[in-house]
C-alpha cells in the first residue's frame, strides 16, 4: 500500500470516524467521541507496525484526543474536549518558545533543518511566527467554543483551523525564500 495513502488515511481517518458518529447520532458529541478514541488508537498502532516509530506529534494527540475525550465521557461534559485544541496549541507554542532555551536553536530547526536549509536568523523568525500562532489559534478556540455553537465548533476545529493552518503555512514562504541557504 502507498505509504503517503497511509499517512492520509492514519492522519484523517479518525476525524472521519467522528464526523460520521456525529452526524448519525443527530450531532451528538458523547456518542462520537468514543469511536474516535478507538479510530485514533488505532491509527496510531498502524504507524507504529508501519514505521516502528511514533511520531511524537500524533502521540501527544492521541493521548490528549484519549484524556480529553475519557473526562468528555466520564463528566458527561463537552467543556473538556472543547478546550483540547486550546491546550495542544499553547503546549506547542511553549515548546517552540521554551525549547529554543533548552536546545541552544530554535525547534522548527531541530524539526525541519535537515530537508529545509536557512540561516539561523531565519530558524529565529519562523519559530517565533509558528509559536504565536499556535497562541492565536488556542485564543481562537477560546473564542469559538465559549461564543457559538456545538456544532459550529465541531464544524471549526477541521474546516476552519485546517485551512487557517494552510494560509499561514503558505505565508511562511517568503520568509523561507529570504533566509533560505544556497546549497
Do not use: C, H
Amino acid at each position: 500500500m502507498n505509504k503517503s495513502f497511509v499517512k492520509f488515511i492514519t492522519d484523517f481517518g479518525p476525524l472521519l470516524v467522528f464526523f460520521s458518529f456525529y452526524y448519525k447520532n443527530e450531532k451528538n458529541l458523547i456518542v462520537a467521541i468514543p469511536p474516535f478514541i478507538v479510530a485514533t488508537l488505532i491509527a496510531i498502532i498502524v504507524v507504529w507496525i508501519l514505521e516502528k516509530k511514533i511520531p511524537m506529534v500524533p502521540l501527544l494527540g492521541g493521548i490528549l484526543i484519549t484524556l480529553f475525550g475519557g473526562l468528555t465521557i466520564y463528566f458527561d461534559n463537552p467543556i473538556f474536549i472543547y478546550i483540547k485544541p486550546t491546550i495542544i496549541n499553547i503546549l506547542f507554542g511553549l515548546v517552540l518558545l521554551v525549547g529554543k532555551y533548552f536546545t541552544n536553536e530554535p525547534i522548527l530547526k531541530k524539526m525541519l533543518g535537515k530537508s529545509l536549509p536557512l540561516t539561523d536568523e531565519g530558524w529565529n523568525i519562523l519559530n517565533l511566527r509558528w509559536a504565536y500562532f499556535f497562541f492565536s489559534l488556542a485564543l481562537l478556540n477560546e473564542i469559538i467554543w465559549r461564543t457559538q455553537s456545538e456544532e459550529f465548533w465541531v464544524n471549526f476545529k477541521v474546516w476552519g483551523i485546517l485551512p487557517l493552518t494552510i494560509i499561514f503555512t503558505a505565508l511562511q514562504i517568503s520568509i523561507i525564500n529570504k533566509y533560505k541557504l544556497n546549497e
